[in-house]
């Protein structure tokens, strides 16, 4: 296991390369061929991104769809509003079709329906993500209409999972980026945090910092504080001072270039009680153990064992959240999930978060996370990795 703070400070170049583009689009090109998929429709800001570079935060409008399209061979196809078009040209992309937008009579359907129609003119299948962690971005009515038109969609969320899943060298660089920024702005935050302080003021100061330190957002900050100990950690803040005695957990998802870091930092203000540092160094001693469990070959559920075991031989009263880690990419979560039954076999360059979660007293719990990537020897930390004992402030 390695850690990042011997990695340079310098940020990594924005955007990537046409022969990355090329490349991811190659590679679920081979995909669609085993499948018997003859055009692959995505409309979701990260897919649309992912085989584009089309990066915008116009998506936080809900009233216009968006289309690509993967043919059998050569570039996407975009499909996209006109406000949308000049952007798009700008990317490796060729092949763009607006239209005027909104237009709720016809929002891009028939140039959707005309160009899925010229790549299955044969007889060819359109793959679709139909699984668990997507969905389609458009209207109900218009999605029956391009199936009127082209026939059933075929489930291809596979073929997407398993390319985002694995991340390039240029992606894992923009993740090692944001997660040393977080890293040195949670190592900040006893110098911005006093007692006194509402947890409102906290969150502000906290979200400075990270933007201080060069990250470009923070769409994803919850935490919390409690008098000895927290129940629910995503909520948002409130105007409650912070007292000292108060345990304090922070858990953010910043972004650089559209690339996430997501991990949480516990700390006490004045004093704490010892069983909060045993909880403490409970969860810090199981994400040793995924750390040691997160190599190629090995399974979600190995990961997940690996952690439960040492929270359950701490006292461990149960955890009802459902997984103690996830995948990590253009999104907050990503696949896949450490679970009991998840079992996707881990893969060289897969970039997780590692987060057991404790409830170590009814109304308290704890919980831990860092970020990896998976390399050949092992996991690679991202973020920095927490002190073995909780910081008090």
Known sequence: MSNPQT??????????????????????????AEAGISALMVCTEPEVRYFTGFHTPFWQSPTRPWFTVIPASGKPIAIIPGIGGALMRSTWIDDVRTWSSPQPEDDGVTLLVDCLRELTAEGGRVGVPMGPETHLRMPLND???VRAAVGDFVDATDIIVNLRMVKSEAEIAKH???????SNAFDELPNLLSVGMTERQAFAAFRGEILRQGADDVPYLVGATGPGGIDDIIRQPSDRPIDAGDL?????????????????????????EQDAFDAYRAVWEATEAGLEAAKPGATTTEIFTAMNE??????????DVGRMGHGLGMQVTEWPSHTAS???VIQENMVLTLEP????APG???VHEENIVVRAHGAELLSRRAAPEMVVI
């Open 364 to 366: 308290k719990a704890m």
């Open 342 to 344: 998840d079992d996707t």
């Open 310 to 319: 040492v929270l359950k031989a701490n006292g461990s009263l149960g955890n």
């Open 176 to 182: 090692r980026h944001i997660c040393r920024l977080v």
């Open 7 to 32: 990695s340079s400070s310098s940020a990594p170049e924005r955007g990537f390369s046409d022969e990355e583009f090329a490349g991811r689009t190659e590679r679920c090109q081979t995909a669609m």
């Open 143 to 145: 999605v029956d209409k």
């Open 248 to 272: 304090l957990i922070f858990d953010t998802g910043s972004t650089y270039d559209g690339y996430f870091s997501d991990f949480d930092r516990n700390f006490a203000f004045s004093h704490a």
């Open 357 to 360: 979660g404790l409830l170590w």
